[in-house]
């Protein structure tokens, strides 16, 4: 191979290797790219559940308190696995909790944030996850009937425990014309999570240090 042809391959050889370099570089700013943009989608999704949380939280904790409740919060075993429970406060003193209860619906978990007071006392309940039927089971929304409330201020022995449930099972709640599991769900689930504050009580209400 003479000179000149050698000269022209070292040519060729550089021509070759230069779009390679080319699409790594943009492959590596693609990659920095991507990367910034999920870290700062992550953050996005954070705040948004953030928000989300506190929005359900306000909604079974009337009142005024004076801590951060998404910080606030305590981890002890449920019915279903770990459950977080949000504290709040007043002059240092938790004076209320909310936590997550779920059970089976017709069509799938019914999911529910409720809020209790240090003496038991349901202070909320509203349901913030459930797929069941538009215009029958959907009446557990606040937006579609007054039938949610109607947990405010009672506690286990009011009404007492055999009777916390829909007026089918010989209950004080009502129950939906042609759907009595959904409203059955949500009964059992705050018959559960009152039986959980009861159990928990002492841990719940620790004051330990506010964050």
Known sequence: MTLKQLGKLEKLRAMLGYPGAVLGGIGLLTSGALALADRATLEDIKAAQDLDMQQSLTQVL???YENDLLKDT????GPDGELTVYRARQGGKVVAV???VQARGYAGPIVSMMGVDRDGKMLGVRVIKHTE????GDKIEPAKGEWIHSFEGKF???PPAEKFAVKKDGG???QFAGATITPRAVVKSVKGGLAFFAKEKTRL???GVQP
């Open 172 to 174: 004080v709640f009502d």
């Open 74 to 77: 305590v981890v002890l075993p």
């Open 133 to 136: 039927t538009p215009g029958l």
């Open 98 to 100: 909310v936590f997550k």
């Open 62 to 64: 009337p009142g005024k």
């Open 205 to 207: 209400l620790e004051d």
């Open 156 to 158: 286990l022995g009011d």
